[in-house]
């Protein structure tokens, strides 16, 4: 997991390709694996990707880290942001780097 994290670090993935590159490389992970992935880890991918463009659900109790991961893994279309979206993550994560909700994030 650290190793693919990086990976996207290192080749600079944003929106829809880091999207994608999660999707095909977590292929066949059931929520359990995503479970058993500790959680800093979890945390690390999560602001990872929310930070590159990708939606991820905030987590709680309720809907705990590997919960949301799974649920983008699983997602058959990108999650299309809101403005309070953006503007949640801009307070958790920041700088945010998204392409393609450049001209949204212009506008907020």
Do not use: C
Request: charged share 25%; proline share 3%; glycine share 2%.
């Amino acid at each position: 997991m650290e190793t693919k994290i990086y990976k996207y670090i290192y080749k600079n993935f944003t929106d829809y390709t880091l999207r994608s590159l999660f999707q095909e490389e977590f292929k066949g992970f059931t929520i359990k694996d995503f479970r058993k992935i500790y959680s800093v880890t979890k945390a690390k991918l999560r602001t990872y990707l929310l930070q590159r463009g990708v939606y991820v659900a905030t987590h709680s109790n309720r809907y705990p880290l590997y919960k949301v991961l799974y649920n983008v893994l699983i997602e058959e279309e990108p999650h299309e942001w809101t403005d309070k979206e953006i503007t949640g993550a801009l307070k958790e994560v920041s700088p945010i780097i998204i392409v393609a909700l450049q001209e949204q994030l212009n506008l907020i």
